[in-house]
């Protein structure tokens, strides 16, 4: 949603941005002078100011993750993705060796080579979006 009918020109990213201090001098400017002029958006800060004081008064640091978190990012997430790795190469290296042994119709073979081609490329295409993605993420840091 980029902003009501009835608020000025100031998406909901822009006010949570000049909130967090993370617009440039020209921008925080005209939110400041969109401020001014606007009481529904100065509620909406407002607003979102209680939303981030509640959220600290909770006693949650969110910049300090705790211990368990630590031991998912340096355990559990490797040992995972290892797994993952490692079952994926044995299930493919089982699919060929069945799919190369069998005595099933080449016409079959070549039906099922493709749609696993097919399955494969589009994963591939998609995993290299996402990774582009996430690599100009300028958020991609920041612990959730």
């Known amino acids: 949603m980029q902003h009501s009918d009835m608020r000025p020109g100031v998406t ?3 006010l949570m941005k ?6 440039g001098p020209d921008e925080r400017a005209r939110i400041e002078r969109e401020l001014a002029a606007s009481t529904e958006l100065q509620r909406e800060l407002a607003r979102y100011r209680r939303m981030r004081a509640e959220l600290r008064s909770l006693g949650t640091d969110i910049q300090a993750p705790g211990v368990w978190a630590a ?6 997430r490797p040992v995972g993705w290892l797994l993952l790795v490692a079952g994926t190469v044995l ?3 089982w699919g060929f060796w069945l799919y190369f042994t069998s005595d099933e119709d080449l ?3 070549f039906a099922t080579g493709a749609v696993v081609i097919g399955v494969a490329l589009l994963l591939g295409a998609t995993i290299q979006e996402r990774w582009v ?3 100009t ?3 991609r840091d920041i612990e959730k």
């Open 12 to 14: 909901n990213e822009e």
């Open 133 to 135: 993605a996430w690599q």
């Open 107 to 109: 016409v079959l073979k």
């Open 91 to 93: 299930s493919t290296g």
């Open 71 to 76: 031991i998912h990012r340096k355990l559990t």
């Open 18 to 23: 000049f909130l967090d201090q993370e617009l």
């Open 137 to 139: 993420d300028p958020y």
